[in-house]
């Protein structure tokens, strides 16, 4: 199956700072998305980015599918985006049978300290 | 828009006994729902997908005995972990698919702990 790694694994910023994360996958894809789990273990909706660039107020990714990665980056960072972000893609179109599957990485721990 | 919910939050249970957990879209219609298992510091792993009205396709390595599956409506799916074991603790996550755009929503998971 596909494979899915996010780098770097751990992050610790200063409140203000700036920060990309990485996501690298193995084969093409036709879904992408982006995901902050809070320290409550809810996972959010950041993005849906099989491609091109998306920007939602401090918060933008970009993916290249032609190179097999994606980027989400964090401006201005504050203490609430501490959490984990995961990257997660799905190889596979509708089929009717268990199909748009995610697979997820092993996401960013960051951690923002005031 | 594309709210999930689950219930309940956490529950403990005495091993033996079995556990239902919820798992509603509150907003939207999912044929579509999935069920995942997140250990502590770990990633999510897929346990199963459920497809309403139809049987759920589970992933290698995962007992559907021991975890029942069942979507029932457009809005609802039930996971039940029958027999439950210490070693079935774990944090459950499920998320629905939302048809007209493919993106997964998630719920905010229930945890388990089996005594």
């Known amino acids: 199956g596909i494979q899915v790694e996010q780098s770097p694994p751990d992050l610790i910023l200063q409140e203000g700072a700036n920060s990309t994360l990485r996501c690298n996958f193995s084969d093409s894809v036709n879904n992408l998305q982006w995901f902050h789990q809070n320290p409550w273990g809810q996972l959010i909706n950041l993005f849906y980015i099989p491609s091109g660039t998306k920007q939602n107020g401090r918060l933008s990714a970009t993916t290249v599918a032609t190179e097999r990665y994606s980027l989400l980056y964090i401006s201005s960072s504050q203490t609430t985006d501490s959490g984990v972000y995961f990257c997660?893609?799905?190889?596979?179109?509708?089929?009717?049978?268990?199909?748009?599957?995610?697979?997820f990485g092993k996401g960013t721990k960051l951690s923002v300290i005031p | 828009g594309a709210v999930v919910s689950q219930h309940p939050s956490r529950v403990i249970c005495k091993s033996g006994t079995s556990v239902k957990i919820e798992c509603r879209s509150l907003d939207f219609q999912a044929t579509t729902m999935f069920w995942y298992r997140q250990f502590p510091k770990q990633s999510l792993m897929l346990m199963a997908t459920?497809?309403?009205?139809?049987?759920?396709?589970?992933e290698q390595g995962v007992e559907k005995d021991k975890f029942l599956i069942n979507h029932a409506s457009l809005t609802l799916s039930t996971l039940t972990v029958t027999s439950a074991h210490p070693e079935d603790s774990s944090f459950y996550i499920c998320s629905a698919l939302l048809d007209k755009t493919y993106e997964q929503y998630f719920g905010p998971g229930t945890r388990l702990t089996v005594t």
């Open positions: 459920s497809n309403e009205g139809s049987k759920a396709t589970y």
């Open positions: 997660a893609v799905g190889d596979d179109g509708y089929s009717g049978a268990g199909s748009y599957q995610l697979t």
